[in-house]
DNA sequence: GCCGGACCTCAACCGCCGGTCGAGGGTTGA
DNA sequence: TCAACCCTCGACCGGCGGTTGAGGTCCGGC
């Protein structure tokens, strides 16, 4: 299992992984004789923390909230309150197509747990809805939503109002198509991967021709 | 001037700025007897390396490459070769609308340079230029170029080619129609701000319609 | 012309981060 | 029974990102 990590990361070591347990950012179970016993979902994390370390030069600190963020959306705190969107701490960076951080799909809201997280009006989420900017799945919102919204409040300062944005929306819904034609077999890492393409492509053009 | 940046980064110090002006960071000009003469330039420059440090937890030696980066962009190796642009680095992270990275507009690339540094072939840059996904200005590509030509080389490998992404090219256009119309004097900070934006609430867009 | 305060250099020092090392000891399987 | 792993725990370490202080220069004001 080390040797697995080791041909992605070159320079993981045991004691670098102990040290990483001792500051807790893995937890993986033990064995009666106290062996370490590395779960797939481990090793997943792991390879996380490793690649933002490499890739991102982040601080293990900084991975750790990170981590402790995507948990957080993922499990909402057993017997605890929902876990309160308000404390939704800022983007870490403003996530790309890279980042999931907080906004994972995983995430589900309320309507109005998604209203408070993004800090918008009830009026403009309704619009957001209208125009099928946001929309829910059976009684909840995903965690795009929040920076869907979010992004609109922003834009709605410059005057630019959801049904402005329906492009957007259109724009997205024909990349995804384009993606689905391409993925026969729900492979997910391809489907990010080609989600990222898109992203990047998009903000390259965007950028590239509002410079002319 | 220290005062000056100390409102917008708290931690800075005299010692501070000596200590990066050591590592090569900023060269400000010096009086005859001595004194640091801090330009316009040179505080801009300071401003972006306490807030890459700040907000993107980037060491040192990377916030020196970036610059490094950005001064090759901008003026062609003052006597030398142009700057091979083989040599490129990798992407910084993967850059979103916020980071510019070597990718600014100011680059300027002959053909082949650009189709060096994307390494795409000839065949491929033409198709991507008669779908006007890449467009020269004058006799030159911008950095963005690269970018577009890597991405669609890597969408190549999934058999999407250059056609099927002009959809891309006229949501893009659409975009900067809208940014344009919002910004009539051209205050170019705004300007950004509306592009990430933009970029933003399409990569949140194509994400959540993508995980239904 | 001289005093106080701000600036300079240079070397020494510092604290933290991200591990590594090794001693001492248990576990496993051939 | 023995080699090859695994464990813990404390000591140690190198580099990064500065800080401190001694010793000296420069400038403005009186």
Redesign the interface.
């Given at each position: 299992m080390l040797q697995l990590l080791q041909a992605e990361f070159a320079d993981v070591t045991i004691s670098k992984i102990r040290f990483l347990e001792a500051e807790g950012l893995v937890t993986p179970a033990r064995t009666v004789s106290g062996y370490r016993k590395f779960a797939a979902a481990d090793i997943e994390r792991l390879r996380y923390v490793l690649a933002a370390q490499r890739?991102?030069?982040?601080?293990l600190r900084?991975i750790k909230e990170h981590l402790g963020a995507m948990e957080r959306g993922l499990r909402p705190t057993p017997g605890g309150r929902p876990a309160a969107p308000e404390n939704l701490p800022e983007p870490p960076?403003?996530?790309?197509?890279?980042d999931f951080g907080v906004?994972g799909?995983e995430l589900k809201l309320t309507r109005e747990e998604l209203r408070a997280a993004a800090g918008i009006t009830p009026e403009l989420l309704d619009q957001l809805e209208s125009h099928n900017?946001v929309?829910a799945?059976g009684n909840h919102y995903?965690g795009?939503?929040i920076?869907?919204a979010r992004?609109?409040a922003?834009?709605a300062e410059?005057?630019?109002e959801p049904r402005?944005?329906r492009?957007?929306?259109?724009?997205?819904?024909?990349?995804?198509g384009?993606?689905e034609q391409?993925i026969s077999q729900r492979r997910d890492d391809?489907?990010q991967e080609?989600?990222?393409?898109?992203?990047?492509?998009?903000?390259?053009?965007?950028?590239?021709?509002?410079?002319?």
């Amino acid at each position: 299992m080390l040797q697995l990590l080791q041909a992605e990361f070159a320079d993981v070591t045991i004691s670098k992984i102990r040290f990483l347990e001792a500051e807790g950012l893995v937890t993986p179970a033990r064995t009666v004789s106290g062996y370490r016993k590395f779960a797939a979902a481990d090793i997943e994390r792991l390879r996380y923390v490793l690649a933002a370390q490499r890739d991102q030069y982040l601080p293990l600190r900084v991975i750790k909230e990170h981590l402790g963020a995507m948990e957080r959306g993922l499990r909402p705190t057993p017997g605890g309150r929902p876990a309160a969107p308000e404390n939704l701490p800022e983007p870490p960076g403003l996530p790309g197509a890279e980042d999931f951080g907080v906004y994972g799909t995983e995430l589900k809201l309320t309507r109005e747990e998604l209203r408070a997280a993004a800090g918008i009006t009830p009026e403009l989420l309704d619009q957001l809805e209208s125009h099928n900017l946001v929309v829910a799945r059976g009684n909840h919102y995903d965690g795009d939503a929040i920076l869907v919204a979010r992004t609109a409040a922003e834009f709605a300062e410059y005057g630019i109002e959801p049904r402005h944005l329906r492009p957007f929306r259109t724009a997205a819904d024909r990349e995804v198509g384009l993606i689905e034609q391409v993925i026969s077999q729900r492979r997910d890492d391809k489907t990010q991967e080609l989600a990222a393409l898109a992203v990047r492509l998009h903000a390259a053009l965007v950028r590239s021709r509002l410079a002319r």
